[in-house]
Structures are given as C-alpha cells and as structure tokens.
C-alpha cells in the first residue's frame, strides 16, 4: 500500500461513516458486535489508511453497505499494495498478482531492485530546532521596552512586562549556574560524568549494585561477522517491528496474515532511513575517538527522532532541541525499552570491557531517560549482546543466560513499588530474568504463552525479558527468532530490533537470510560502522 492509495481508502471509508449517520468510529463498531474485529483494526484501515488482508477488508466493506461495483474498485486498489520480500514460499494471503510486482506502478518487474517502503520525510520526522533567543538578549529588550511605556493607564502591561522579565533573569542565573556545576572532562572521563549524574541524583548509584562478568574475546569467532550482524539484525527487527507497532496479536492477524512469507507491508514506510537511524547516529556519535562524548550523543539522538518514537524519547527530544534544556536535565522519567534498542553500538564498542560497557551504558540511557527500570533494562541488554559476541557458536545454554544476566542488574531497580501487591513481590527486570524467564524456557513453553507471562509492552521489564525469550527458543535461526516478536504486536519494534540484535551477534551477518537484508536501508553505512566499532573494541581489549 503507497500512501496515496491508503489516503482515498481512509477518505473513503470516512465519508461512508458520515453518510451512515454515524458521528464516530467507535459507535459504528459498539453497533455490530458481529463485525469480529477489534476497534483497534478499525482504526487502523479507517483512520490510518492501512489496507488489511481480503478477507477482512471484505468484511469491513460489507459492514458499511458497499456496493458490488464499489466493493470492485476498492479491491482493486488493494492488489498492487504490499510489497512482499522474496522468499522461497509464497504467501497464500497475498493475491498472485501484488506477489509478482504486477499492479503496482512502484513495485519493480525485478525483485532484486524493490527497496524498503520510503520513509517520511526528515522534515516531517525531526523535531523542530529553531533555535532560541538567549534568556539574557530577551532580559535586556525587556529592559529597554519598559522605558518606552508610559506607566500611566498601562500599569497591567507594565505588571507583565515585569514579571517576564523577573523569569528572565532566573533563567539567566540558572544558565550560569549550569555551565559552572558541569566538570571539565565530560567528554573525556565516564567517572567524572556518572559521579556528577549520581550528586544530582539524575540516576541511582547502578555501578555499586549488582556482579561481575568476564568479557574476552575469542580466538576463532568471526568478530567482523558478528558485529556487522548485530547492526543489521537489529535495524532489520526495528524495520519489520514498526509495522505491528501497538496492534495486538490477533489485529495483526486481522490486517496481515500470519506473516509467514514475511511481507514488508508499505506501512513500514515509518521503518527508519539511514540518515535518521537511532543506530546509526549513536554509532557515528561514537566513532570519531571511541570516547562517549553525552552532549554529542544526546544531540544526535534527538535529531534522529520520529514521529512514532515513543512518549518518553519524544519528551527528550522536546525538551533538548525546543526547550534548551542541558543534556544531563533533558531525559525524562519513562522505564522504556528504547533506551536497550540505541545502547547497541556501544555495547559492541565496549564489548571486551565489563565495567566500562556497564558505567557507560548508564550514562547513555540517562540522556533520554533517567528511570532505573529503563536504566536496568539497558544494561541487561547491552550485558546479553557482549555475551553473545563471545559465545562460539552451538555453545550457548538457554537457561543459564538468562540467570547471569539477572545479579547484573541486581539492586539497580525498587523492589518494592508504592502500593506491592499483597504476597507479591514486585516485578522488576532482574527477577523476570533470574526466574520467570527460565522457568518458561526450561519447560519450552510457546511464544503465545511466555507474551502473557512476561507482557511485550513497552516497559523494560516486559520488552527485555520477552525478546531475550524469543531469541532463547530459536537461537540459531533469525526468522524464528525475530518474527514471533513483529507477530504478537505490543511494543514489537523495540522487542524485534532487541531479538534481531541478539540473534545477529550470535549467528552473524552470513546467517540473516538475504530477502531480509536485501532491500535494508543504510545497509552499507550499518556495516561500515559495525567495522569501525569492531576496530575501536580491539584496540581496547
């Protein structure tokens, strides 16, 4: 589906909801119970043009009283609209002629030239950055506005006048202050950086708490391999996320299929672009000297957002790049699973350094969030991925990696919330990953049961632990490994960039099917950085 075509269905559909004397979405589906759609896939085709599988397009068609010939037309348009990546078995939920390119201008005759839907504009994705006005320039043309006032019949413009420019000099004495408390060797020292997060009480004391782990590298494991397969799993995982993102399990049924074939449907045109990537602007942040330079960091992070990055990197880009807030006060108070998703080239930066991975780690998820649970989460991920760098292959234990990981983040999260749960204890992401997590693997339990066992929404303590599981089932096989998590919805592109991450380090680039890498944005650029990290990691070790 190109976005023009998903724009006259929406139209469409809208206008028929108008006609039908409906005044909204929801009271049309309270009204028919039998339709057997959820409102979210309602939503998804009414409101955001998204084209679902025949079958339930013919439903919600015949449901708003559509002709025969409309019924026709609309079909029509449905055929050309999914681009599906070759694979050695065709999907029977795609019409023959959408599998063959045929009926869609944009899809070429050769599938080996389709590329990845476009993605919006970095207009429309980046967060505004006009820049402001120093508080000092606006406190002294307020000074030099007042003088030009008569008090006499202005005394409430006067009042506001005064009272902007009182806020203006706080602002002015808290600017200064700012750049006076900051140490001299951010750029250089992560001590100096973390020591100073910890007095301003920005993140909990996290290197005191929790064990040790041993990271060396390996005589006979592809590193070039593994590194430039963690990258490419990983963006190849957010890619295919995005398209499911906050759908459940049976909405995605209802709007794809079963995925099997693995279709990239045109919704993922929201898939990142390599000039906006998360990964590949921490990446390059870290390149130049190896050296975790926050204010460098933080800036890329922030211009590298979208429109669907989630409530918390979204508040962090606000409030570096319009409000001007300093790197180290912009990071909001969210526990997402993001944060594990962007920690990714450092960890591979890191990877033969545990206590510097695990110190830095903290300090690059404090840039946008500064809860402990997204602070554990990072660490736990980044922890699992210099683990896996070093595993030689058909030599991992599923059910022990998960329970080292566990004392690792020990300490770091409460224990206890406000109100626990009586004979309960708190859910914290070490507990899900020191036990509940290896209890279901232990007994192989299905995907469908360790999603409500351990949740997929997009609080770290659900993401972290239910992407580790569907890694752990199938470690050896990326589709496996990765398509449970596009499948069962939530929050799938963190959980499915966090699975493709880890299977990528474990098997490698050679062991991602090519139709998932062939038409990856920012492919080369992915692996050059993977390369460059690689070196930089060598010359640490």
Not at 66 to 73: A, E, G, T
Not at 154 to 159: F, G, R, S, Y
Not at 418 to 439: D, H, Q
Request: proline share 8%; hydrophobic share 40%.
């Amino acid at each position: 589906m190109d976005s023009q075509t998903g724009t006259i269905l929406s139209t469409l559909l809208k206008k028929r909801l108008k006609t039908l004397g409906y005044p909204s979405l929801r009271k049309f589906h309270a009204d028919r119970p039998g339709l057997g759609l959820s409102y979210e896939v309602l939503r998804q085709v009414v409101y955001s043009g998204h084209i679902p599988r025949p079958e339930t397009l013919f439903r919600i068609l015949g449901s708003m009283q559509f002709s025969s010939s409309q019924v026709r037309k609309i079909c029509g348009m449905h055929y050309g609209d999914y681009l599906p990546i070759p694979s050695a078995t065709p999907d029977a939920s795609l019409p023959a002629s959408a599998q063959t390119g045929a009926g869609n201008p944009e899809s070429p005759a050769d599938p080996g030239t389709a590329a990845y839907p476009a993605e919006r504009s970095r207009q429309e994705n980046e967060p505004s950055s006009t820049p402001q006005e120093e508080p000092g320039e606006i406190l002294s043309r307020l000074r030099a506005s007042l003088q030009r006032i008569p008090f006499s019949g202005n005394e409430d413009i006067w009042e506001m006048v005064e009272a902007l420019a009182r806020i203006a000099e706080q602002k002015v004495r808290r600017s200064a202050g700012r750049r006076a408390e900051q140490p001299l060797l951010f750029a250089g020292e992560p001590e100096a950086i973390y020591q100073f997060l910890v007095r301003k009480n920005r993140i909990p004391p996290f290197l005191s708490r929790g064990e040790n782990l041993t990271f060396d590298f390996v005589d006979g494991i592809d590193y070039r391999d593994r590194f430039r397969g963690a990258l490419l799993g990983s963006a190849v995982g957010e890619a295919l996320g995005t398209v499911t993102q906050g759908l459940t399990s049976r909405d995605v049924q209802e709007l794809f299929g079963e995925l099997d074939a693995l279709p990239v449907i045109a919704s993922a045109r929201r898939a990142a672009a390599p000039q906006t990537s998360l990964l590949l602007s921490v990446a390059r942040s870290l390149l130049p000297d190896g050296v975790l330079d926050p204010e460098r960091t933080a800036d890329a992070i922030a211009r590298a957002g979208r429109r669907d990055d989630p409530p918390g990197l979204l508040g962090f880009a606000r409030n570096l790049l319009e409000r001007g807030l300093p790197w180290h006060e912009a990071g909001e108070n969210a526990p997402e699973s993001m944060p594990a998703v962007h920690v990714l080239p450092l960890a591979l930066l890191r990877a033969g350094n545990f206590r510097r991975l695990k110190l830095e780690t903290g300090i690059l998820v404090s840039l946008t969030h500064i809860h402990p649970t997204a602070i554990a989460g990072a660490i736990a991920q980044a922890c699992a991925v210099a683990r896996i760098l070093h595993t030689p292959a058909s030599m991992l234990d599923v059910i022990s990696f998960p329970r080292a990981l566990s004392p690792v983040v020990a300490g770091i999260e409460p224990e206890r919330g406000t109100r626990p749960r009586i004979g309960r204890s708190a859910t914290t992401v070490g507990r899900k990953l020191g036990a509940e997590l290896p209890a279901l693997l232990l007994r192989r339990a299905p995907v469908q049961e360790m999603q409500e066992a351990l949740g997929n929404g997009t609080t770290a303590h659900e993401g972290i632990p239910f992407s580790l599981g569907c890694f752990l089932r199938s470690p050896g096989d990326f589709a496996e490994a990765v398509m449970p998590a596009v499948r069962h919805g939530g929050d799938a592109r963190a959980v499915a960039a966090m699975a493709g991450a880890l299977c990528g380090a474990y098997i490698g680039e050679s062991g991602i099917p090519e139709r998932f890498l062939a038409h990856l944005p920012g492919r080369r650029e992915l692996g050059e950085a993977a390369e460059g990290l690689l070196a930089l990691a060598r010359r640490e070790g």
